[in-house]
């Protein structure tokens, strides 16, 4: 039996691994984010592979140094990084109150995308590495929000910590018009299709 090792300390893709049943363990990565690409799907398939990396390159370097305390087994870590796509505009978590009203009212009445990149890194019992990286696209319709609406969302500090500055399974919910794919996939983590390119390799992650 292999080990699962998701790379994010968020409690949205903590919670979405549970619901389909997965047993993981969480490892957030915690290295600087260093991005070099400009197309938002290009963006996080970068973050979501140095992320995975930095996180397997942990547990190599901690069994190495810790022989005993380890059993052998294979070890799929997985990272993901999520952002908000506006026109040309990527759009990360806010950096404080004004901003997160910024990018909600870019985002008022008008369809933006929301882009999740993930990479599975494998480390086998030899400690040989394989890795595999994709991104999922899903388009959300927001309705046009007045200022006060915006003011009382932000008041409630759900922005702050979500790319786009808004959360689809909470309280914006309200303000959500059409959504076109993966509804997971704005939450964080699209686990139907992480599930489907972990069966194109040959892998049953119940079965890890």
Known sequence: M???ILASASPRRKELLEQIGLEFEICPAKGEEVISKSAPEEVVMELSEQKATEVAAMVKTYESG???LMTPQDILVIGAD????CDDTILGKPKDEAD???MLTLLSGRKHAVYTGVTFVFLDKNGRAGAHTFYEKTE????PLSEPEIDRYVATGEPMDKAGA???QGKCAIYIEGIEGDYNNVVGLPVARIYKE???LGIDPYLW
């Open 2 to 4: 292999g080990q699962i």
């Open 66 to 68: 810790h022989g005993e």
């Open 82 to 85: 999520t952002v908000v796509a």
């Open 100 to 102: 997160a009203k910024r």
């Open 140 to 143: 959300v319709t927001m309705k």
């Open 166 to 168: 808004y959360g689809i």
């Open 198 to 200: 972990l069966q194109k």
